[in-house]
């Protein structure tokens, strides 16, 4: 039997027993085992009308004997067939809370977790930040609460059950009195809806870009990606400094009645829960990039006059620890660092450019109070690749680089730039294979082979 293992007994016409064992389909040993049939060879010693059955019993423990000692062959040689399955081997820790990432507007947090298959109480210990803590021990769970400094957090659980058989489980939370109420509820709906997915949860970071967008539409008073020169978002995120690869989803609202600090922090969140659970009217554009796994950090902010309402959400994945960090020097384009996703590498390096002009018509919504644009961006049209002799492409330029090394998750590039297809915005991609263990549960070809680590935006005039 192949891809496994078993005992067969064949049984031939004739008096002899023939035992043989198969393992992936190859015959591994033979026993002739020569047993006569009791009918045929009557035990002597039994005399009396008792002598069949007694001798009948004896056949029967034989063969339970036997049973027995070919099952302890093949435990021996195959220990874990009969093992029990892992669930029922280590004490299983759910239910954390806080969950992964949260983040909490008080310093009044009670930090808990439930566990179960049979644990020794007195093995349970909670630790936060490093230091044991004294926490509330039940058979089913551990609370402790206590008040904590701004920032992040870490706890720490360790139980045993009776056979002293370890599970431990770490995760963080971060305090910050100051995030607005709305921002924060808005985050933790975005981290229960991947939750709810098998999706890691992402950390909440402020960046100045968003603030920039946000507040430009409100001060220009146009809702849309582009600016009103017809500028792409991924520009302002490399000008203010990013370094990674940024996604932008954008939300309106506008109100006949001024906005109170709590009808506000609702639109803001109702804003973000729409983009997940209500995007067909956007073809789930917003839910694709709030849900994508390769998403790792996410900065909300918002801009409002009281009565409209806009809402901005950059998904960001930053997946590389940067060792020279990218540059335009004299017209050649550097960068080296290593990426943090284990097994990955770089793969290629595209040029992309978006014409600003294309992108300057904005209409004005009577309805929504405001002028609107292009409701989808993209960085622009490929228009080179980078990649080393004798390499070439179709389609689009090649640019041979000055530096071209790529060993494991360490890479380093550099190469002149070309602009010379016109006015407006360039975008520098670097791509990596993707070796996250979760796929796009919008959609799964999504990144599935790699995934952008760096997009670097500039203009030319």
Same mark, same amino acid.
């Given at each position: ?5 078993? &005992? ?7 008096? +002899? ?14 026993? +002739? ?82 566990? *179960? ?18 926490? +509330? /021990?039940?058979? @089913? ?14 706890? @720490?659980?360790?139980?045993?059950? !009776? ?11 971060? /305090? ?15 981290? &229960? ?23 430009? %539409? ?19 995120? @490399? ?6 690869? %940024? ?14 600090? @709590? ?11 729409? %983009? #997940?659970?209500?995007?067909?009217? !956007? ?31 950059? %998904? ?7 060792? !020279? ?25 595209? &040029? ?9 018509? =904005? ?46 998750? *360490? ?8 602009? !010379? =297809?016109?006015?407006? /915005? ?16 919008? +959609? ?8 952008? #680590? ?8």
């Amino acid at each position: 039997m192949k891809g496994g293992s078993c &005992v067969r007994f064949y049984k031939d016409r004739g008096p +002899d027993l023939i035992v043989q064992s198969h393992i992936s389909g190859r015959i591994f040993r033979r026993v +002739d085992i020569k047993m006569r049939h009791a009918e045929r060879t009557p035990i002597r010693h039994c005399k009396g009308r008792y002598g069949g059955a007694i001798a009948k019993i004896a056949m029967v423990i034989l063969l339970i004997v036997g049973i027995i000692l070919i099952v302890n062959v093949i435990n021996y040689a195959f220990p874990t067939l009969f093992a029990l399955p892992p669930s029922q081997t280590e004490p299983t820790i759910y239910g954390v809370s806080p969950v992964q990432s949260e983040v909490l507007l008080t310093n009044n947090v009670t930090i808990g977790a439930s566990y *179960q298959d049979n644990v020794n109480i007195k093995s349970v210990q909670l630790s936060v930040d490093g230091s044991n803590v004294t926490a +509330d /021990v039940e058979p @089913t769970g551990v609370a402790y609460t206590g008040f904590f400094e701004e920032g992040v957090h870490t706890a @720490t659980l360790t139980v045993a059950d !009776s056979k002293g058989r370890i599970a431990t489980d770490s995760w963080s939370f971060i /305090v910050n009195l100051s995030i607005p109420q709305g921002i924060l509820e808005a985050y933790n709906t975005i981290n &229960v809806a991947r939750s709810e997915l098998g999706i890691p949860n992402v950390t909440l970071v402020e960046t100045p870009d968003s603030v920039y967008r946000a507040q430009d %539409m409100l001060s220009e008073q146009y809702f849309g990606h582009y600016d009103l020169n017809g500028s792409q978002p991924g520009l302002f995120y @490399t000008q203010m400094g990013g370094l990674y690869c %940024m996604e932008e989803n954008i939300g309106y609202m506008y109100n006949s009645e001024p906005l109170t600090p @709590t009808s506000l922090a609702s639109q803001i969140n109702d804003s973000v829960a729409n %983009m #997940i659970y209500n995007d067909a009217g !956007s073809d789930n554009g917003h839910r694709a990039s709030i849900l994508d796994p390769t998403n790792n950090y996410v900065d909300i902010t918002f801009s409002t006059n009281g009565q409209q309402l806009f809402v901005v959400v950059h %998904m960001i994945k930053e997946w590389v620890s940067w060792e !020279s960090p990218p540059n335009i020097i004299n017209g050649i384009f550097s960068c080296s660092g290593r990426l943090l996703l284990n097994g990955s590498s770089a793969s290629s390096v595209m &040029v992309y450019y978006s014409e600003s002009s294309v992108y300057k018509n =904005y209409q004005y919504n009577s309805q929504l109070h405001i002028s609107t644009g292009e409701p989808v961006y993209s960085i622009g049209d490929p228009v080179a690749e980078v990649a080393p002799s004798p390499i070439t492409f179709q389609g689009v330029d090649t640019i041979r680089p000055h530096t071209w090394y790529i060993s494991g998750q *360490q890479f380093s590039f550099s190469f002149p730039i070309n602009a !010379s =297809y016109g006015p407006g /915005v360039y975008t520098i991609g670097i791509f990596a294979s993707n070796t996250l263990p979760v796929r796009d549960p919008v +959609d799964p070809t999504r990144y599935s082979g790699e995934l952008p #680590i760096l997009n670097y935006a500039f203009t030319s005039p």
